[in-house]
């Protein structure tokens, strides 16, 4: 199966207390493809990357990966500025485009096994159009959304809220964390965010709660997902790792021919405990770097 991901690549300009400034590829949709593809699944990424040197920045990392790019390269590549807190924890800055356009070989009748969109590029405009015809009109067997909230950067609450909604009634696998929760559905419990989002259209919910675990429910089925202890470098990039090994476990257990919604309770807990590893593996290390099947089984 291949999966095709849209959403920014941007480059990360990172600075921490008493340490040099450092710049590395990423982006919410970009680490998902480079997980994706670190765990042998084809992956593709449509993305808005510029013609200079950060962009080939970019694609390098995407190749190093085994993922392909099938958009054109026009104008300058994306930024965020990460702010480090001494506990790891980060804030960001950024200086985007979003404007995509497939490159001329690839066909939006082009059939991909999986779509993921994230993060900005379901948001922004002009962006946000191409997202729509991609959801609407390409066949894939497995459809998945990470909202990955920025707040001033998607709206007002309410805007985002109804964009995020509109989304998940035309997917299969939504993600977010408790955060993007918080944000978009402020005082409202976990557990009646996940009740309301699954009867939108979802099968599969997946809430991230940092060092406290993560929750996957289905129709059927709600489990808890405890987070492997480790000793937190910084936080970038975690969620995506989350989002990628989570997309991973699920086309490698054919979630799609069981049909998501008849998953056991104890595959529920083996796809989270895969991408919880995961998302350990990234907060144990610098910067946003998933990891390969073989780094997963240590």
């Known amino acids: 199966m291949t999966a095709l991901v849209i959403g920014e690549a941007l480059i990360d300009v990172v600075s921490e207390p008493g340490r040099p400034e450092r710049r590395t590829p990423g982006g919410g949709p970009f680490n998902v493809a480079i997980g994706l593809a670190r765990l042998q699944i084809p992956t593709a990424l449509l993305a808005h990357v510029g013609t200079d040197a950060d962009g080939q920045l970019l694609l390098d990392a995407l ?27 980060a804030t960001y800055r950024f200086a985007l485009d979003w404007d995509p356009h497939l490159a001329g070989e690839f066909s ?18 002009p962006g946000r159009e191409l997202v729509d015809r991609l959801l609407e009109h390409e066949p894939a067997r497995l459809r998945s959304f990470d909202p990955n909230i920025r707040p001033g950067l998607v709206g007002p609450p309410d805007e985002a809220r109804s964009r995020v909604e509109a989304i998940a009634g035309r997917i299969d696998v939504l993600k977010l964390s408790d955060e993007d929760a918080a944000w978009l559905y402020p005082g409202v419990d976990i557990a009646d965010v996940i009740a309301m989002l699954l009867a939108s259209g979802p ?72 991408a919880s590893r995961a998302a350990a593996f990234v907060v144990a290390h610098a910067g946003s770097n998933p990891p390969t099947f073989e780094q997963l089984r240590g």
Do not use: C, K
Request: no cysteine; charged share 15%.
């Open 63 to 89: 190749e190093d990966a085994g993922a392909t790019f099938v958009g054109e390269r026009v104008g300058v590549t994306s930024t965020a500025h990460a702010h480090l807190a001494e506990d790891g924890s």
């Open 108 to 125: 939006t009748d082009r059939l991909w096994g999986a779509v993921h969109v994230g993060s900005l590029g379901a948001f922004l405009r």
């Open 203 to 274: 099968s599969l919910i997946a809430v991230t709660r940092g060092g406290d675990g993560s929750v996957i429910a289905t129709h059927e089925h709600t489990v808890e997902i405890a987070a492997p202890r480790t000793q937190v470098v910084d936080t970038i990039g975690a969620g995506d790792a989350y989002m990628s090994a989570m997309l991973g476990a699920l086309i490698l257990n054919d979630a799609v021919a069981v049909g998501i919604e008849n998953l056991s309770a104890d595959v529920l807990l083996d796809i989270g405990g895969m």
